[in-house]
């Protein structure tokens, strides 16, 4: 069974930094691609980064330069965010889809992980 499982969030200052960690499991061969996505109270969810399994990254524009993603040979996914602002605020979500992708539709993603809460206070 494939499990996703995040954890690091919290809540934190602006210009804090949170790191976020995404163990995934249950895969029988490794996902083509991952990612990070984003839901703020009241808005859609929003993709925020992704990794392929041959290391391209794509970030969406409004974390470029703060965030970093990254993935090692565990499969773990990290979301390393710097200078956080309150717009950072939201559930943020790991996915995995055996797509190879560089965009962030969401219905290209089939797991999911349960989201974490990151709160970022002024």
């Known amino acids: 069974q494939v499990r996703l499982v995040e954890s690091g969030g919290g809540s934190v200052q602006v210009g804090g930094s949170l790191r976020l960690s995404c163990a995934a499991s249950?895969?029988?061969?490794?996902?083509?691609?991952m990612a990070w996505f984003r839901q703020a109270p009241g808005k859609e969810r929003e993709g925020v980064a992704i990794?392929?399994?041959?290391?391209?990254i794509q970030y969406a524009d409004s974390v470029k330069g703060r965030f970093t993603i990254s993935q090692d040979n565990t499969r773990t996914l990290t979301l390393q965010m710097n200078s956080l602002v309150p717009e950072d605020t939201a559930v943020y979500y790991c996915?995995?889809?055996?797509?190879?992708?560089?965009?962030?539709?969401?219905?290209?993603?089939?797991?999911w992980g349960q989201g974490t809460q990151v709160t970022v206070s002024s």
């Open positions: 990794i392929t399994a041959d290391g391209r």
């Open positions: 996915a995995a889809t055996h797509l190879y992708r560089l965009n962030l539709r969401e219905s290209d993603y089939i797991y």
């Open positions: 249950g895969f029988n061969t490794r996902p083509a691609s």
